[in-house]
């Protein structure tokens, strides 16, 4: 059976500029931002999109090849933290099947620990920081192998984040 066609009707609600989609969108609408390259220029740069809900979105993208979209989070809207990580590396495990590096373990420590700094309540009181959920992805990427990982934080729920986080630094 056929792979169905992806429908683009959301590439006729594409603008280059946020505030421009925010002026068409309608209330309670899915808004993203998805890389694209400028004509003339060939530079990587953002364009803004709206789906009428958050199902409109995956009904329309399921079948789309490029689904680089980034949610856009409104001011006020509760979220969790979450983080994107990706890394290569040679292998993927050792001969006894171990995985080949720690740097998935590392990466979580130093988001915890920054996490205290930056918000010292989470000191006295760090059980949201115990509850991350980690879904992973991995596929060569010539002789060596990418690693995709996402890193929510689910029980730590924010709704406006008042200060920007500390940048994590590379590993």
């Not at 429908?7 to 890389?35: H, N, W």
Request: proline share 7%.
């Amino acid at each position: 059976m056929p792979v169905p066609r992806p429908i683009l009707r959301y590439k006729k609600r594409t603008v280059s500029y946020r505030t421009g989609m925010q002026e068409k969108c309608p209330l309670r609408s899915f808004e993203v931002a998805m890389d694209t390259i400028q004509h003339g220029t060939d530079k990587v740069v953002k364009s803004f999109k709206y789906f009428d809900s958050r199902d409109d979105f995956f009904r329309e993208t399921v079948y789309t090849v490029d689904r680089n979209f980034y949610e856009i989070i409104l001011a006020g809207d509760p979220c969790c933290l979450y983080f994107d990580v990706e890394h290569y590396s040679h292998s993927q495990f050792h001969a006894d099947g171990s995985p080949s590096d720690n740097k998935l373990a590392i990466t979580v420590a130093t988001i915890c620990y920054e996490a205290k700094w930056q918000w010292p309540e989470l000191v006295t009181n760090p059980s949201p920081l115990d509850q991350v959920v980690v879904t992973t992805a991995s596929r060569s990427a010539g002789a060596s192998y990418k690693h995709s990982f996402t890193l929510t934080f689910h029980v730590w729920g924010l709704s406006t984040i008042t200060e920007p986080f500390v940048p994590l630094p590379d590993i």
